[in-house]
Antibody, heavy 119, light 115 residues
C-alpha cells in the first residue's frame, strides 16, 4: 500500500535551516510528483512547492523563493524540503503529498512534520 | 484580494445538503480552471475528495462517496462542493484549490458543522 512517512518534529532558532524528509513506499517513486504544503496552527493550507523525482524539475511558491529547496533521492525513494533563514512565521506543520504529474490530485499525504521556530 | 475565497463557516443539519462555495477573484474565470476539493479533520492531513472542471472532465477520489459532488456557478464565478445526505462524520474543514500562475493556490477553507 502507498505510504508517505515523514521525519519527526523539529525545533529551530530564527535564522536556522530545517530539512524535512518524506519516505515513499508502495508505488513507483518516479511516476509521481511531490508537493509540500504547510499549515500554521488554526490556519489554512499553504502550498510551498513541488518537484518531479523523474525529471528533477521544481517549482516554488513566490513567497519562498530563495529560501526553499526541494530535492529527492530516488535510490532511497525519499523527498526532502529544506527551508532556510527561518522566522517565527514559518512555525507550522509541513506535509508532503504526491500527485500524478500536472494533476492536482494529491491522493496520498504524509502524516505531517511540526516545525517550531523559536528563540 | 485573495485568489480563492471561501466562507469561513457553514452549518447544516444531518440528512440535509450543504453547498460549499469557492469564489475566484475577479478577472480569473472559473470556466478555465479545474477546481480541486479536500477535506481535513482535526489532527489529520487533508484528504482529496474530487476535481471538477465540467461534467465531462471530473474525477472522484478513491473511496469518496457519490454524495460528494462538484459543480460550477459561472454567474458567481465559483466552484461548488455539494454534499448531500449530510452525516455527522462530514463535519470537517473543506479546502478548494486551483493551479494559477504556475502555483497551486488554496482557498482559506470552510469549517462545516453538522448539527
Amino acid at each position: 500500500q502507498v505510504q508517505l512517512v515523514q521525519s519527526g518534529a523539529e525545533v529551530k532558532k530564527p535564522g536556522a535551516s530545517v530539512k524535512v524528509s518524506c519516505k515513499a513506499s508502495g508505488y513507483t517513486f518516479t511516476s509521481y510528483d511531490f508537493n509540500w504544503v504547510r499549515q500554521a496552527t488554526g490556519q489554512g493550507l499553504e502550498w510551498v512547492g513541488w518537484m518531479s523525482p523523474n525529471s528533477g524539475n521544481t517549482g516554488y511558491a513566490q513567497k519562498f523563493q530563495g529560501r526553499i529547496t526541494i530535492t529527492s533521492d530516488t535510490s532511497i525513494t525519499t523527498a526532502y524540503m529544506e527551508l532556510s533563514s527561518l522566522r517565527s512565521e514559518d512555525t507550522a506543520v509541513y506535509y508532503c503529498a504526491r500527485n500524478a504529474p500536472s494533476s492536482g490530485i494529491f491522493d496520498y499525504w504524509g502524516q505531517g512534520t511540526p516545525v517550531t521556530v523559536s528563540s | 484580494q485573495a485568489v480563492l475565497t471561501q466562507p469561513a463557516s457553514l452549518s447544516a443539519s444531518p440528512g440535509a445538503s450543504a453547498s460549499l462555495t469557492c469564489t475566484l477573484r475577479s478577472g480569473i474565470n472559473v470556466g478555465t480552471y479545474r477546481v480541486y476539493w479536500f477535506q481535513q479533520k482535526p489532527g489529520s492531513p487533508p484528504q482529496y475528495l474530487l476535481r471538477y472542471n465540467s461534467d465531462s472532465d471530473k474525477h472522484q477520489g478513491s473511496g469518496v462517496p457519490s454524495r460528494f459532488s462538484g459543480s460550477k456557478d459561472a454567474s458567481a464565478n465559483a466552484g461548488i462542493l455539494l454534499i448531500s445526505g449530510l452525516q455527522s462524520d462530514d463535519e470537517a474543514d473543506y479546502y478548494c484549490m486551483i493551479w494559477h500562475s504556475s502555483a497551486w493556490v488554496f482557498g482559506g477553507g470552510t469549517k462545516l458543522t453538522v448539527l
